[in-house]
């Protein structure tokens, strides 16, 4: 039986790597909790400067488009804060300053529930196999939350420990909890609509895509649409 995940958080924080990324991975659920109350974060770890296909395109310009993207997808979805690390695209790795950045975020923001790709999502179907920055922030974020942010003698200039209770993993291939976005799957189309420097040729297929996975996840949890995620219960 596919379980809905009903209770809304205090604070939830969710840490991608490129500009776009929450608004495909979550958005629905992002917007569900803010319009719930919930105090919903995002971090961005890169620019976005090289997600591109057109070599004609300056970064720098891109870098500014993607920026702008994004505040208005933030606006749309309800976050309270959306805050880029300013990695360059394509080049995060996950060492010792890239974890104590995402400590800092999480002690600072004291999120409930933390929100980030599943890094051992490697391969969808034999069409697309997963971003190397979505798997670098993936096990970053798990290696920054349990044990770093919660014990204190890691990065202890990062702030006061504090013990995420649950991580939700985003593009995985083994889902076991959904949230059922049919009341938000519009303002999930319409921030992934926001990311126009990612398909130029218009946002049309961006939405369907979204919808069709919307579905797809809908169908496995019983309701209209929904957003499907591994979850780990850490406690706290
Ligand atoms: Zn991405």
Redesign the pocket.
């Known amino acids: 039986m596919a379980e809905l995940l009903t209770e809304v958080p205090t604070r939830a924080l969710g840490v991608?790597?490129?500009p776009?990324?929450p608004d495909v991975s979550c958005g629905g659920t992002l917007a569900a909790w803010a319009k719930a109350g919930c105090e919903v974060h995002v971090v961005l770890c890169t620019d976005g400067g090289k997600g591109t296909a057109d070599p004609t395109v300056d970064p720098g310009e891109l870098v500014e488009r993607r920026r702008a993207e994004a505040a208005r997808a933030a606006a749309l979805v309800g976050l309270a804060s959306q805050e880029f690390l300013h990695h360059h695209d394509g080049e995060l790795v996950d060492d010792d300053a890239f974890r104590s950045e995402l400590v800092a975020a999480v002690r600072r923001l004291r999120p409930e529930v933390v929100l980030c790709p599943d890094p051992t999502a490697v391969f969808f179907g034999q069409e697309y196999f997963n971003?190397r920055?979505?798997r670098v922030t993936g096990w970053a974020v798990l290696d920054a939350v349990a044990p770093a942010a919660a014990l204190p003698h890691y990065f202890p200039e990062a702030g006061p420990a504090h013990q995420v209770a649950t991580v939700l993993l985003s593009g995985t291939l083994e889902p076991d909890v959904w949230v059922d976005i049919t009341p938000t799957v519009d303002v999930k189309d319409a921030a992934v609509a926001c990311h126009g420097s990612q398909f130029d040729g218009g946002a049309e297929w961006a939405t369907t895509a979204v919808r069709l996975g919307a579905e797809d996840a809908g169908r496995r949890a019983g309701v209209r649409y929904a957003e499907g995620f591994r979850r780990l219960r850490l406690g706290g």
């Open positions: 991608y790597a490129h776009d990324d971003h920055d979505h």
